[in-house]
């Protein structure tokens, strides 16, 4: 890959409240200027309504060390299916294509594009008492083949991607099968940012990383040391925890950059890369190793 050449992951929230049309738009203007984007998003709330118009409850649980994520069952795997790459993807891919965009949608599973171990049990907190929860269709995302991405990009193609990933078991033969599982969406464009080397941008449905969720001017605009990394780690709450995660992840693999901003912007990624939202470069790490969840419901696509 040419060093020169500028590389941005732009992960696209999957909340209710998230407009993808800004960053569309602007998206388009980035691939035009000769900026090399991966697109990857998530998409919770749909799979929460479809299942839902399908009369079933979904499902969250809370892990040991508090991090909240989907238990993925059965049938909410084949509605993840369903609605992430099939409606969500294809959804995407046609609005990039009527921006101008030569876009090609993929999940992790083609190409063996990502993949990890499959965790069909996990460890979780009931009533405050540790249990093992089993039949979970989810993934621990350990590889991203960074070579298919490389070569949509130097063909001038700007990949779509999200999970399912690829995910390994073994069958009651002992032979390795491979199979569609969940993972973590954030955790997606932390790694595929990682394996690029590129700046990431995670647009969600508030302006950045708050030390007051509800207070917008409590903004954290620029995490550059370990001290504003232990700020940053404690004002965190909820599903903003995950991307704090993802960003340790994507900063200590090899991203040069993570961002946080707001996909509602007029011109949201632009706005990102210019200083918008919460911007956290690697020194913030220190000597901070690679961090992945040790528990691995890998299911919150927001």
């Known amino acids: ?23 569309l738009e602007d998206v388009a203007s980035l691939v035009e ?7 990857t998003h998530g998409g919770s709330s749909a799979v929460d309504e479809t299942l839902e118009r399908f009369g079933k409850t979904p499902e969250y649980v809370e892990t040991p060390d508090g991090v909240v994520g989907r238990f993925t069952d ?25 921006q101008g965009v ?20 996990v460890r979780v907190l009931e009533n405050g008492k540790k249990k093992i929860r089993r039949g979970d269709h989810s993934g621990r995302l350990e590889t991203v083949d960074a070579s298919i991405l490389q070569s949509l990009l130097e063909d001038g193609y700007t990949p779509v991607v999200c999970p399912p990933m690829a995910g390994h078991e073994r069958d009651e033969d002992g032979e390795q099968q491979v199979v569609a599982v969940n993972t973590d969406a954030d955790g997606v464009a932390a790694a595929i940012a990682g394996a690029l080397d590129a700046t990431v941008v995670f647009l969600t449905d508030v302006p950045g990383i708050l030390s007051d969720p509800d207070d917008d001017s409590t903004l954290l605009e620029s995490v550059e040391t370990p001290t504003e990394w232990d700020t940053l780690e404690s004002v965190a709450e909820g599903f903003m925890g995950r991307k704090v995660m993802a960003i340790e992840e994507a900063l200590s693999t090899g991203a040069q950059t993570a961002i946080v901003a707001d996909a509602n912007a007029d011109h949201p990624v632009t706005d990102a890369l210019s200083g918008g939202g919460t911007h956290v470069s ?19 696509t927001q």
């Open 282 to 300: 690697p020194a913030a790490l220190g000597e901070t190793t690679t961090h992945i969840a040790s528990e691995t419901l890998e299911a919150d």
């Open 1 to 23: 890959m040419n060093e020169q050449e500028t590389t941005v992951v732009v992960k696209i929230g999957g909340a209710r409240a998230v407009d993808p049309a800004g960053a």
């Open 33 to 39: 200027s000769g900026t090399r984007v991966v697109v």
């Open 74 to 98: 059965s049938e909410t795997m084949d509605v993840f299916e369903m609605v992430l790459p099939g409606l969500l993807n294809t959804e995407l891919v046609a609005g990039f294509h009527s």
């Open 102 to 121: 030569d876009a090609v949608g993929l999940s992790g599973v083609d190409g063996g594009l990502l993949t990890g171990p499959r965790t069909a049990a």
